[in-house]
């Protein structure tokens, strides 16, 4: 069974809620840190590792609206 149209604009909806979600509070937390909230070394790894967390969830976030822009939409009269 293929995805109405509705339905893929709802996935790419819901995908965009979560990325949107993501980025105030893994921003949040780098802001948090970099503060000066956890100093020294530990504060420093802390940090770069939340900049690759960050990375690495946008582009997963780029790669599931790419995969939701490729599917086909069901053709509403049922001749696809």
């Given at each position: 069974?293929?995805?109405?149209q509705q339905q893929?604009?709802?996935?790419?909806?819901?995908?965009?809620?979560?990325?949107?979600?993501h980025e105030g509070d893994v921003?949040?937390?780098i802001r948090i840190v970099?503060?000066?909230a956890l100093k020294g070394p530990a504060g420093d790894?802390?940090?770069a590792d939340l900049r690759g967390w960050e990375r690495a969830?946008?582009?997963l976030f780029v790669h599931a609206l790419s995969l939701?822009?490729?599917v086909s939409a069901e053709d509403p009269k049922g001749s696809g």
């Open positions: 069974m293929m995805a109405t893929i604009d709802a996935a790419r909806r819901r995908i965009e809620q979560l990325r949107d979600q921003t949040t937390l970099e503060s000066g790894k802390l940090s969830f946008n582009d939701v822009d490729s």
